[in-house]
């Protein structure tokens, strides 16, 4: 069974500031890795998916990369609506999948 | 427009059963596999079960195996969860996602979610 971390757990920035998370995977994804967003009492959302498409309808300031076993979803610009909880998820199995425990954004 | 509305939510106690439903609109819907994904409270994403587009092929998480069954009624645009032999741990938000049409495409579009309540 592949395990995904998600780090780090929680992130605090300013407005403006670049947000780098990490997605790391038990053994090799290849690239069958999609981010989602989840904000407060809201669903998720698809952010990213083969670990660096851009879902239809999001910003250019998310951006996806990696393969293999580590992965990376960057914010270049953080906005105070990009607070929220980020989740990797892999592919590999599909449809079967699994999602990390998630990271946790805040604004400063 | 996509849409995927869930229902079939409540309270139930210990032992029963509830069924969820998610009636899909705006795509084509016996072309795309379909999935439930639960969210306890306060918790990260746990997918729990998927179906096939034709409904043929069904698949499940370890922690539901036995006790829950997916369907779909194409002719409906429906996809169903039958819960049954529910426990406290299976409280949570039960949300149904579109699937791409294979591993490389995410999950790309989400219902808003129906609450699970398993308490006595």
């Known amino acids: 069974e592949i395990v995904l971390t998600q780090s780090p757990a929680t992130l605090s920035l300013s407005p403006g500031e670049r947000a780098t998370l990490s997605c790391r995977a038990s053994q090799s994804v290849s690239s069958f890795l999609a981010w989602y967003q989840q904000k407060p009492g809201q669903a998720p959302r698809l952010l990213i998916y083969d670990a660096s498409n851009r879902a239809t309808g999001i910003p250019g300031r998310f951006s996806g990369s990696g393969f293999g076993t580590d992965f990376t979803l960057t914010i270049s610009s953080l906005e105070p609506e990009d607070v929220a909880v980020y989740y990797c998820q892999h592919r590999n199995n599909w449809p079967r999948v699994t999602f990390g425990p998630g990271t946790k954004v805040d604004i400063k | 427009e996509v849409q995927l509305l869930e229902s079939g939510g409540g309270l139930v106690q210990p032992g029963g059963s509830l069924r969820l439903s998610c009636e899909a609109s705006?795509?084509?819907?016996?072309?795309?596999?379909m999935s439930w994904v639960r969210q306890a409270p306060g918790k990260g994403l746990e997918w729990v079960s998927g179906?096939?587009?034709?409904?043929?092929?069904?698949y499940y998480a370890d922690s539901v195996k036995g006790r829950f069954t997916i369907s779909r009624d194409n002719s409906k645009n429906t996809v169903y969860l039958q819960m049954n032999s529910l426990r406290a741990e299976d409280t949570a938000v039960f949300y149904c996602a579109k699937e791409g049409i294979n591993r490389i495409f995410g999950s790309d579009y989400w219902g808003q979610g129906t609450l699970v309540t398993v308490s006595s």
């Open positions: 179906i096939s587009g034709s409904g043929a092929s069904t």
């Open positions: 705006g795509f084509s819907f016996s072309d795309s596999a």
